[in-house]
């Protein structure tokens, strides 16, 4: 028994340990499996976590390979306009003086030392106040955008971006999501706001609090043109960003929450609600006090100043477009090409070219040219009553177009047409309409040349004649003449045979008389007016408005400085918005006239030693058939304006003064051939491809462009050297470094003995001062006038001590002029314009000009083998010019004879 006992307690303790074991095994399996499912969430958070943080990482990984890089953040998006400066300063933006811009976005970055004081104070009172605290991501306004705009829906508890997220929204962009649906969006919009946020915080570990204000003011888009503070201060107030006032930069700062809005253009009320917010920010931040707030908030808004910028407005804008197209052409040769081996872009890498043009030169050459033409104008319109077609019946025949007398072939009236029909083939409105009114044209696939051809040559068929003799040129002979001229092929002209022996014919003719029916209509326009805006709102038809400004005397003027060839003034028209065509540059040659003369004479002095005092016979001149070197087929005689000569002796200047014809084919006599005035003249930079080698050229029957007779002439002013035209003085790129000096290009070379040079400056001086001269004109000066056939262009050469001076006038069409000398003439055509020029630089007390100067003289070496070589028979070169004692220059010579035909038979047309 007692042997069982502990037995019986084990068992009984087993038991009991049995009896908890069982109670207590439910607990523990439901612990152990918590565990389990805990672990397993665990896991599973952890897993979640990691692929959340690879997401996020592989996001902004992959996001920042799309941010924008250093040199977008530092040039945004490589829009920087390129600007052109003028040679003079100016002195209030202390600066070159601005001509123009070339831009895809008219932008021109300024640093933040050149913003005013007040575009800075308003832009962080108003976008961010803590800016200076935080590091590109405002937490606090983050908060304060939940708490108060999305949980208790306050609209006016303000935006939460700071000024690094608002110009890293305008660096990055904001996607398109229209049509896209809403997930779509939500990403779309998802992943630019955090390229944004990260680039903003990118913004403020690489720029400095200054650099990234300057930045942000120059990449917003103020409208009108406007990129960038500095447009938007030129444009809206016509200052630069450095002299805004409180309210004009408090303006400014509105616009850049909604520029369409808050504009004073397109509204004005909210413009100044948008203002007075500013101003109220700037107060509540101690930028202004309570007086000035109070003071400024009530002042109107004042958009006086307002002006769009456009490339028909300012100065020297004909030769703005010119310079356009030669740097195109400049920047593309390998010298000039980035360091990548690409061209520069004129209007995205904010070049800066800085040019040989005074702008005070510029401004007094534009005057001088409204003031005259102007007035000379109204003498044309006089001149052609009847321009329009709607005179009395006795001035019938007053119509350039189709007047006509005993020298105006059928063949010239045929020209005047297809000069017409063409300007009117070039119009937006026949462009728009040809399609709808010429239907038979455009299925036939015919050209408007093929129209006018086609009504031409029935015209030559229905001609009648007058008297039997007479030849009359038909259809089938123009066809012919055509064929010749290569104007047409054989292909085109059996194409014309066989539409006009169609009965498509009859109705081309009617579709071509209704679409010029539509042209005669009346409808409302504006055309170019002599009035302060340039411009004028009428009542016209189309094709009067053709005719209109048709009629419409052109100029090309050029001022260049002789000794260094820079271009101090370009006027290629009248305005450019209504003449784009530029009568200046190289490309527009007209018909010289008596300009070429003075060349001749040098010429024939410098080559046969002869004395400008020398005389000579006014007789008629023959150079006949197989004389020398001209390689004349039949004898040459020129004739005197008027046909007459007076027989009698006169000296070299006198000659030049009245521009004789007979004279000047003496002297091309004596040269025995063109060749040496062909030298010469390519000597002094004119392109003798376009001067023929033919005895007339004597008597400026080339055509030649301004840009090369000012070239030429400024020989004369500066001791025979001539110095390339050049309007670039150097390009600099956007960081300020010289890519390109023009004095590298120049040409230079002595184009004419420096004795001949010297003698011909007095001897144009003289020529001018007996032909009556310039009243109030101080300077020393000199020139040559030049007229052409039936009065076409009319011409001065003018120099003066240091500047030689090129004007050119006339119409496009040459048939477009005045019939008689009286009017028509360069002395009273050109010169003027000369005249006007001087009187007003010299009247300019800023430019200053040294109206005491002197030519170039001679050393006293020079002056006495001058004097010996050149046997001055009549006088001396001293420092005052020739001589005072020339026998025959003692009396005045009048206009009438300043000029001359370059038609060998000119009759005096009356009126």
Same mark, same amino acid.
């Given at each position: 028994?007692? /042997?069982?006992?502990?037995?019986?307690?084990?068992?009984?303790?087993?038991?009991?340990?049995?009896?908890?074991?069982?109670?207590?095994?439910?607990?523990?399996?439901?612990? *152990?499996?918590?565990?389990?499912?805990?672990?397993?969430?665990?896991?599973?958070?952890?897993?979640?976590?990691?692929?959340?943080?690879?997401?996020?990482?592989?996001?902004?990984?992959?996001?920042?390979?799309?941010?924008?890089?250093?040199?977008?953040?530092?040039?945004?998006?490589?829009?920087?306009?390129?600007?052109?400066?003028?040679?003079?300063?100016?002195?209030?933006?202390?600066?070159?003086?601005?001509?123009?811009?070339?831009?895809?976005?008219?932008?021109?970055?300024?640093?933040?030392? /050149?913003?005013?004081?007040?575009?800075?104070?308003?832009?962080?009172?108003?976008?961010?106040? @803590?800016?200076?605290?935080?590091?590109?991501? #405002?937490?606090?306004?983050?908060?304060?955008?939940?708490?108060?705009?999305?949980?208790?829906?306050?609209?006016?508890?303000?935006?939460?971006?700071?000024?690094?997220?608002?110009?890293?929204?305008?660096?990055?962009?904001?996607?398109?999501?229209?049509?896209?649906?809403?997930?779509?969006?939500?990403?779309?919009?998802?992943?630019?706001?955090?390229? %944004?946020?990260?680039?903003?915080?990118?913004?403020? @570990?690489?720029?400095?609090?200054?650099?990234?204000?300057?930045?942000?003011?120059?990449?917003?888009?103020?409208?009108?043109?406007?990129?960038?503070?500095?447009?938007?201060?030129?444009?809206?107030?016509?200052?630069?960003?450095?002299?805004?006032?409180?309210?004009?930069?408090?303006?400014?700062?509105?616009?850049?929450?909604?520029?369409?809005?808050?504009?004073?253009?397109?509204?004005?009320?909210?413009?100044?609600? !948008?203002?007075?917010?500013?101003?109220?920010?700037?107060?509540?931040?101690?930028?202004?006090?309570?007086?000035?707030?109070?003071?400024?908030?009530?002042?109107?808004?004042?958009?006086?100043?307002?002006?769009?910028?456009?490339?028909?407005?300012?100065?020297?804008?004909?030769?703005?477009?010119?310079?356009? !197209?030669?740097?195109?052409?400049?920047?593309?040769?390998?010298?000039?090409?980035?360091?990548?081996?690409?061209?520069?872009?004129?209007?995205?890498?904010?070049?800066?070219?800085?040019?040989?043009?005074?702008?005070?030169? $510029?401004?007094?050459?534009?005057?001088?040219?409204?003031?005259?033409?102007?007035?000379? *104008?109204?003498?044309?319109?006089?001149?052609?009553?009847?321009?329009?077609?709607?005179?009395?019946?006795?001035?019938?025949?007053?119509?350039?177009?189709?007047?006509?007398?005993?020298?105006?072939?059928?063949?010239?009236?045929?020209?005047?047409?297809?000069?017409?029909?063409?300007?009117?083939?070039?119009?937006?409105?026949?462009?728009?309409?040809?399609?709808?009114?010429?239907?038979?044209?455009?299925?036939?696939?015919?050209?408007?040349?093929?129209?006018?051809?086609?009504?031409?040559?029935?015209?030559?068929?229905?001609?009648?004649?007058?008297?039997?003799? #007479?030849?009359?040129?038909?259809?089938?002979?123009?066809?012919?003449?055509?064929?010749?001229?290569?104007?047409?092929?054989?292909?085109?002209?059996?194409?014309?045979?066989?539409?006009?022996?169609?009965?498509?014919?009859?109705?081309?003719?009617?579709?071509?008389?209704? +679409?010029?029916?539509?042209?005669?209509?009346?409808?409302?326009?504006?055309?170019?007016?002599?009035? $302060?805006?340039?411009?004028?709102?009428?009542? +016209?038809?189309? +094709?009067?408005?053709?005719?209109?400004? @048709?009629?419409?005397?052109?100029?090309?003027?050029?001022?260049?400085?002789?000794?260094?060839?820079?271009?101090?003034?370009?006027?290629?028209?009248?305005?450019?918005?209504?003449?784009?065509?530029?009568?200046?540059?190289?490309?527009?040659?007209?018909?010289?006239?008596?300009?070429?003369?003075?060349?001749?004479?040098?010429?024939?002095?410098?080559?046969?030693?002869?004395?400008?005092?020398?005389?000579?016979?006014?007789?008629?001149?023959?150079?006949?058939?197989?004389?020398?070197?001209?390689?004349?087929?039949?004898?040459?005689?020129?004739?005197?304006?008027?046909?007459?000569?007076? !027989?009698?002796?006169?000296?070299?200047? /006198?000659?030049?003064?009245?521009?004789?014809?007979?004279?000047?084919?003496?002297? +091309?006599?004596?040269?025995?051939?063109?060749?040496?005035?062909?030298?010469?003249?390519?000597?002094?930079?004119?392109?003798?491809?376009?001067?023929?080698?033919?005895?007339?050229?004597?008597?400026?029957?080339?055509?030649?462009?301004?840009?090369?007779?000012?070239?030429?002439?400024?020989?004369?002013?500066?001791?025979?050297?001539?110095?390339?035209?050049?309007?670039?003085?150097?390009?600099?790129?956007?960081?300020?470094?010289?890519?390109?000096?023009?004095?590298?290009?120049?040409?230079?070379?002595?184009?004419?003995?420096?004795?001949?040079?010297?003698?011909?400056?007095?001897?144009?001086?003289?020529?001018?001062?007996?032909?009556?001269?310039?009243?109030?004109?101080?300077?020393?000066?000199?020139?040559?006038?030049?007229?052409?056939?039936?009065?076409?262009?009319?011409?001065?050469?003018?120099?003066?001590?240091?500047?030689?001076?090129?004007?050119?006038?006339?119409?496009?069409? @040459?048939?477009?002029?005045?019939?008689?000398?009286?009017?028509?003439?360069?002395?009273?055509?050109?010169?003027?314009?000369?005249?006007?020029?001087?009187?007003?630089?010299?009247?300019?007390?800023?430019?200053?000009?040294?109206?005491?100067?002197?030519?170039?003289?001679?050393?006293?070496?020079?002056?006495?083998?001058?004097?010996?070589?050149?046997?001055?028979?009549?006088?001396?070169?001293?420092?005052?010019?020739?001589?005072?004692?020339?026998?025959?220059?003692?009396?005045?010579?009048?206009?009438?004879?300043?000029?001359? %035909?370059? %038609?060998?038979?000119?009759?005096?047309?009356?009126?």
């Amino acid at each position: 028994m007692e /042997s069982q006992e502990p037995t019986n307690e084990f068992d009984d303790q087993h038991d009991h340990n049995q009896k908890e074991s069982v109670t207590f095994s439910k607990p523990e399996s439901f612990r *152990q499996s918590r565990m389990k499912s805990y672990r397993k969430v665990v896991r599973w958070m952890w897993r979640l976590y990691l692929l959340g943080l690879i997401t996020v990482i592989t996001m902004f990984v992959w996001l920042s390979y799309q941010l924008p890089s250093f040199k977008q953040l530092e040039d945004p998006k490589s829009r920087i306009a390129s600007v052109v400066y003028a040679s003079n300063m100016d002195d209030a933006k202390g600066e070159n003086e601005i001509l123009g811009k070339y831009y895809v976005e008219n932008r021109t970055i300024v640093p933040y030392d /050149s913003l005013s004081p007040h575009l800075v104070n308003a832009l962080v009172a108003t976008e961010d106040a @803590r800016f200076y605290e935080h590091s590109g991501i #405002d937490a606090y306004a983050l908060g304060r955008v939940f708490v108060k705009t999305m949980i208790l829906q306050q609209r006016n508890a303000g935006g939460g971006s700071t000024i690094s997220q608002q110009l890293a929204k305008l660096l990055v962009g904001r996607p398109n999501t229209k049509g896209r649906n809403k997930l779509v969006r939500f990403w779309m919009i998802g992943t630019t706001k955090l390229k %944004e946020w990260l680039t903003a915080v990118k913004l403020e @570990r690489s720029y400095t609090k200054k650099e990234i204000i300057s930045m942000y003011f120059n990449e917003f888009d103020f409208l009108f043109n406007a990129n960038g503070v500095r447009s938007a201060a030129e444009t809206y107030f016509q200052k630069t960003p450095k002299e805004l006032s409180i309210n004009e930069a408090a303006m400014l700062v509105r616009m850049l929450k909604n520029p369409s809005l808050y504009n004073p253009i397109l509204n004005p009320k909210n413009a100044k609600k !948008g203002r007075e917010q500013v101003l109220k920010n700037m107060q509540i931040h101690k930028h202004i006090t309570q007086e000035q707030y109070d003071k400024l908030r009530v002042e109107p808004i004042d958009i006086t100043r307002f002006k769009m910028v456009n490339h028909n407005d300012g100065v020297a804008t004909h030769f703005r477009e010119y310079l356009r !197209g030669h740097l195109k052409k400049l920047l593309k040769q390998e010298n000039l090409l980035q360091s990548d081996g690409k061209p520069y872009d004129l209007y995205r890498d904010g070049l800066k070219i800085y040019t040989t043009i005074d702008a005070r030169y $510029q401004r007094h050459a534009e005057k001088a040219v409204w003031d005259h033409l102007s007035q000379h *104008q109204k003498k044309l319109f006089k001149h052609w009553p009847n321009w329009n077609n709607k005179a009395d019946r006795k001035y019938k025949n007053r119509n350039p177009w189709t007047y006509k007398d005993y020298r105006v072939s059928e063949g010239e009236l045929a020209l005047r047409r297809w000069a017409l029909e063409r300007v009117v083939w070039g119009t937006d409105r026949y462009k728009i309409m040809r399609n709808r009114v010429l239907p038979t044209v455009v299925k036939l696939k015919l050209r408007d040349s093929d129209i006018y051809r086609m009504n031409e040559m029935e015209r030559a068929n229905k001609r009648k004649k007058k008297h039997k003799w #007479d030849k009359v040129t038909r259809g089938e002979d123009l066809l012919k003449y055509w064929l010749k001229m290569e104007y047409i092929d054989q292909d085109k002209a059996n194409i014309l045979k066989k539409v006009m022996a169609s009965a498509d014919w009859e109705q081309i003719k009617k579709e071509y008389k209704a +679409m010029f029916d539509y042209f005669e209509q009346p409808v409302k326009m504006r055309i170019f007016a002599y009035n $302060q805006k340039g411009e004028t709102d009428t009542i +016209m038809s189309p +094709m009067d408005s053709i005719r209109y400004h @048709r009629m419409h005397l052109q100029t090309g003027s050029i001022s260049i400085d002789t000794k260094n060839g820079h271009i101090k003034s370009w006027v290629g028209g009248l305005n450019h918005k209504y003449f784009k065509y530029d009568h200046a540059n190289k490309r527009n040659a007209r018909q010289v006239g008596s300009t070429m003369k003075p060349f001749l004479y040098a010429v024939t002095i410098e080559k046969k030693g002869l004395s400008p005092c020398q005389e000579v016979w006014d007789v008629k001149t023959t150079i006949e058939k197989g004389y020398g070197k001209f390689g004349l087929h039949k004898d040459w005689t020129p004739k005197n304006a008027g046909g007459s000569y007076s !027989g009698q002796t006169l000296t070299l200047i /006198s000659a030049l003064t009245k521009s004789l014809n007979s004279v000047s084919a003496y002297l +091309m006599k004596e040269l025995n051939s063109p060749e040496p005035l062909r030298k010469t003249l390519a000597d002094a930079g004119i392109d003798t491809s376009k001067v023929p080698s033919n005895p007339t050229i004597c008597l400026g029957t080339a055509d030649l462009s301004v840009y090369e007779m000012v070239g030429a002439y400024s020989v004369f002013a500066n001791l025979g050297v001539y110095n390339e035209p050049v309007f670039i003085e150097r390009i600099e790129d956007a960081d300020g470094n010289v890519i390109y000096v023009a004095e590298q290009d120049q040409d230079t070379r002595q184009a004419l003995d420096k004795r001949t040079a010297y003698v011909m400056s007095q001897v144009l001086q003289r020529v001018q001062s007996t032909a009556g001269g310039f009243g109030g004109i101080k300077s020393k000066h000199g020139g040559k006038t030049g007229t052409t056939n039936f009065q076409a262009d009319g011409w001065f050469m003018g120099i003066i001590p240091g500047l030689a001076v090129g004007t050119w006038v006339g119409c496009d069409d @040459r048939f477009i002029r005045f019939r008689t000398l009286t009017n028509g003439q360069g002395a009273h055509m050109a010169r003027p314009i000369f005249q006007n020029f001087l009187r007003n630089i010299e009247g300019d007390p800023v430019l200053a000009i040294n109206t005491k100067a002197e030519f170039p003289k001679l050393d006293d070496m020079d002056a006495e083998s001058t004097q010996n070589s050149i046997e001055l028979n009549c006088g001396k070169i001293n420092s005052g010019g020739l001589a005072d004692e020339f026998p025959d220059l003692t009396n005045p010579i009048i206009d009438e004879y300043d000029d001359s %035909e370059t %038609e060998i038979d000119v009759g005096d047309d009356s009126e």
